[in-house]
C-alpha cells in the first residue's frame, strides 16, 4: 500500500520502583505510611496499564451501510470504522451482485444513491481537485481515491481497506458522502476517475 500510515502502538509502561525502596528499615510513622503507598502506586501501575491496553483492544463499533447494485436493490454491506488517523472500510457484496475482475471503488462526495442506475447525484470524488486522482498519481491521490474492489468469478467480493486520507467524521458530517463501486477497473492515473466507467453500486454514508 503505498499510503503512508502509522500505526500507533499503545505501549504501556509500567515505572518499577527500586526493591530498595521496600526493604528500607525506617522507625518513623510517617515514612512506614509513604512506603505502603509506594508500594501501591508500584502495584497499580501496571493495573492502569493493563486497563488502558483493554481500552485499546476493545474496537468502536462500526457504522453499516447498505450497498445498493444498479436496480437499487441491496447487494452487500460496507462498513466504516473510525480510526485515530482514517477509516477502516469492510465490503462485502454477496454473489452474483458484480461483474468479476477489478472495480474502481471511491469515496463520493454526498451520501445519495437515490438515482438508481445512475448514481450521479454522489457528486464527484471526496475532496476532488482538478488532475488529482489517483493512488498512482504524482499530483494525488483524491482524498476519496481507494484501491481498487476484486469481484471473484462468482460475482461477490469481500475487502478490508484502510484509508488514512480521510477521516469517518468527514464522511458523515453535512451532505453525507457514497462508497461507490465502478463499471471497470481504476488505473489510478488517468483524468479524471481513472478510466473506471460507470458507477454500478452506492452505499450512502451517513
Ligand atoms: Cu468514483
Redesign the pocket.
Given at each position: 500500500m503505498n499510503l503512508p500510515f502509522a500505526a500507533a502502538g499503545l505501549i504501556a509502561v509500567a515505572s518499577l520502583a527500586a526493591p530498595a525502596a521496600f526493604a528500607e528499615p525506617t522507625a518513623k510513622g510517617l515514612v512506614r505510611q509513604q512506603t505502603p503507598a509506594t508500594a501501591q502506586e508500584t502495584t497499580t501501575a501496571p493495573g492502569q496499564a493493563a486497563a488502558a491496553t483493554g481500552q485499546a483492544a476493545s474496537a468502536p463499533a462500526p457504522d453499516t451501510y447498505e450497498i445498493l447494485g444498479k436496480e437499487g436493490k441491496r447487494i452487500g454491506e460496507a462498513s466504516f470504522t473510525a480510526s485515530p488517523h482514517g477509516v477502516l472500510i469492510d465490503i462485502t457484496v454477496e454473489a452474483g451482485a458484480l461483474p468479476p475482475g477489478k472495480r474502481?471503488l471511491?469515496l463520493?462526495e454526498k451520501g445519495d444513491c437515490s438515482d438508481h442506475g445512475e448514481f450521479k447525484k454522489a457528486g464527484s470524488?471526496e475532496g476532488h481537485g482538478e488532475g488529482k486522482h489517483g493512488l498512482l498519481n504524482p499530483n494525488g491521490p483524491e482524498p476519496g481515491d481507494l484501491p481498487n474492489l476484486i469481484v471473484l468469478s462468482d460475482g461477490s467480493a469481500q475487502a478490508a481497506l484502510f484509508t488514512n486520507l480521510v477521516k469517518l467524521d468527514q464522511l458523515k458530517d453535512g451532505d453525507g458522502s457514497a462508497l461507490?463501486i465502478?463499471a471497470e477497473k481504476d488505473d489510478h492515473i488517468s483524468q479524471p476517475?481513472g478510466n473506471?466507467g460507470a458507477?454500478v453500486a452506492c452505499a450512502a454514508i451517513k
Open positions: 474502481g471511491h463520493h470524488h461507490i465502478h476517475i473506471a458507477r
